[in-house]
């Protein structure tokens, strides 16, 4: 298969052509460090939950790329032509807005993303799109909705996050109790530093 457009932590993402449209095929290649049987059922595992997050993210309205189809370890997914919000330099605030929209979208849908960061979001034209679900889970709780935020909140800059939960806060159902549980969350982190500093 053709160019390789990325080799991630967890994939490899080629470009190719099916019934003569560009698309690209996300790969989830074998891992040696990983017990044989064990490797070849995670890699499967999270191609379907991707695959199936991807679906249920698009008809509840998010800004996702199309799947087109899918193997055992293989997506095959529309490419989006645009930039990562990690490699764009300085993300505007109607990036980070757009990105609040869009995760409070998939959490309205009942999906945690599981590795929300702006590695993970396209910018395309004024579009956000949102990739990478192989983490993501559809039993969620506040729990997980708060760590998609501290990731964000961790990534970005204070002025950046700001305008993002200001669009997830006023677009997510259970906005309030997510934040509440991002507080517990961070409170939890602060007490184990203090606690394992004082050891
Ligand atoms: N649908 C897509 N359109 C455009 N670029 C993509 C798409 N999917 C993945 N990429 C590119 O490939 C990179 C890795 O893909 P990703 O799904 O995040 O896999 P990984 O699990 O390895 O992080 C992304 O950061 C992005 O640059
Ligand atoms: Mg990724």
């Given at each position: 298969m053709k160019p390789i457009v990325s080799e991630g932590a967890e994939a490899r993402i080629y470009r190719t052509e099916l019934y003569g449209r560009r698309i690209l095929v996300k790969r989830r290649e074998p891992k040696r460090y990983r017990i044989k049987e064990l490797d070849s059922s995670i890699r499967e595992y999270r191609t379907r939950r991707e695959a199936t997050a991807l679906a249920r993210a698009r008809s509840s309205g998010a800004s996702v790329p199309r799947l087109v189809g899918v193997g055992r370890y293989d997506l095959y997914i529309e490419e989006i032509k645009g930039k990562t919000l990690s490699s764009a330099?300085?993300?505007g605030s109607g990036a980070t807005r757009e990105a609040g929209v869009q995760l409070a979208i998939l959490h309205n849908a009942?999906?945690?993303?599981?590795?929300?960061t702006p590695a993970n979001l396209i910018l395309s034209g004024k579009r956000v799109y949102v990739i990478d679900?192989?983490?993501?889970?559809?039993?969620?709780?506040s729990e997980e909705r708060a760590l998609d935020l501290l990731l964000m909140k961790r990534q970005l800059s204070r002025a950046e996050y700001s305008s993002f939960i200001r669009a997830y806060r006023s677009n997510a159902a259970e906005g309030n109790e997510t934040l509440a549980r991002l507080r517990e969350v961070e409170e939890r982190g602060r007490y184990q530093k203090r606690t394992l500093s004082n050891i």
């Open positions: 330099l300085g993300i009942g999906i945690a993303h599981g590795d929300f679900f192989g983490l993501s889970s559809l039993t969620t709780g």
